[in-house]
């Protein structure tokens, strides 16, 4: 491994610092995100056991909501991701004296990987978002076969990174990891940006859409807002490293630490640091609360809406 000139899996000296620094606020992230996911959660599972409760009259359709624990999943990529992020960096900073070949393969197909995380909620959370507004129909593909096409893209492309991440370390092997790599990194950017192109659709059509819901409070722009800028992140991100590749691994990227942390770590550390600043004002909970009140307007008489309401308030203050 002499091509990579320092203890034979670097290009350079890596530096310790760094990489403590920034497990120490991934660690951060870790931390807060699961009690604000745990604390939306709690409130959530009070407010849908009192929508089902709410008996609609026989002409009204049922209430749309999802239950407390399948919009926490919706989170569960996100915060693995975030581990993911805390763990690379953790292994990076343990092990840059003395790099061995299970600890470099470790930090390297995880911080390749994590982003791909991140990227799953996000296109999770789209989805509910669109199930919520009722406006499935602007999906890119039929309800049933986005989530497929996605995952699918998805999952093969972090398989990819993940076989050429682990190749890395043998010389012999170089080539084929590069290659396994960009792949999979063209394969997610492909996927990314058909689910960006959907986003900014999707926008368009709630400002022009007569949806009662969607109109009735601006949370679900900020919402998407937050989304698209995560998903932008990622593809940004993604772009960066499949040139590094195709430069080679004698290029100015790879042989230059700052680069990573640039154009890898920062955008990788800022996109859960805005999804969790924004999260008391704009997450999945709060717009399911925002689409029953709606529905339940729609559904009930005033009487009846005015009662239902009032008992949504009553759930809301005990929890």
């Known amino acids: 491994m002499a091509e990579f000139g320092f203890e034979g ?16 606020l991934f660690g951060i992230l870790i931390q807060f995100s699961l009690i604000e996911t745990t604390k939306a959660t709690l409130k959530n599972r009070k407010l ?29 990529p996100f915060i693995l991701g975030i581990v993911l992020e805390f763990v690379g960096y953790v292994v990076r900073a343990v092990s840059i004296n003395k790099p061995t070949k299970s600890t470099f393969i470790v930090q390297s197909v995880f911080l390749l990987i994590a982003p791909s995380l991140y990227s799953a909620s996000v296109f999770m959370l789209f989805s509910k978002m669109a199930h919520l507004l009722f406006m499935e129909r602007y999906m890119v593909f039929p309800a049933k076969y986005n ?21 890395l370390s043998s010389l012999d092997n170089l080539n084929t990891a590069r290659i396994l790599i960009i792949v999979g990194l063209f394969i997610q950017i492909f996927c990314y940006s058909v689910l960006m192109l959907n986003q ?50 004698q290029s100015y990227i790879i042989q230059h630490e700052w680069c990573l942390y640039v154009f890898d770590t920062v955008p990788m550390f800022l996109l859960p640091l805005i999804f969790l600043v924004c999260f008391r004002a704009s997450n ?36």
């Open 284 to 319: 999945v909970f709060k717009l399911q609360e925002e689409s029953v009140e709606a529905q339940l307007s729609w559904n009930f008489p005033t009487q009846e809406t005015d009662k239902s309401n009032s008992d949504v308030e009553e759930a809301v203050s005990e929890v």
């Open 9 to 24: 899996f670097y290009a350079y000296k890596p530096d310790r610092a760094a990489a403590i620094a920034f497990a120490v």
């Open 48 to 76: 849908v056991s009192t929508w089902k409760s709410i008996k609609l009259p026989g002409d009204a359709s049922a209430l749309r909501f999802f239950s407390s624990a399948s919009l926490r999943w919706t989170y569960s």
């Open 147 to 167: 989530t497929l096409f996605f995952l699918v893209g998805d999952m093969t492309g972090r398989v990819l990174q993940a076989a050429g991440g682990g190749l």
């Open 200 to 249: 900014i659709f999707f926008h368009y059509k709630m400002r022009t859409d007569s949806n009662g819901i969607v109109q009735s409070n601006k949370v679900w722009f900020r919402f998407n807002y937050i989304l698209l800028g995560g998903n932008i992140l990622i593809i940004a991100r993604s772009i960066v490293r499949a040139i590094e590749f195709i430069m080679g691994l």
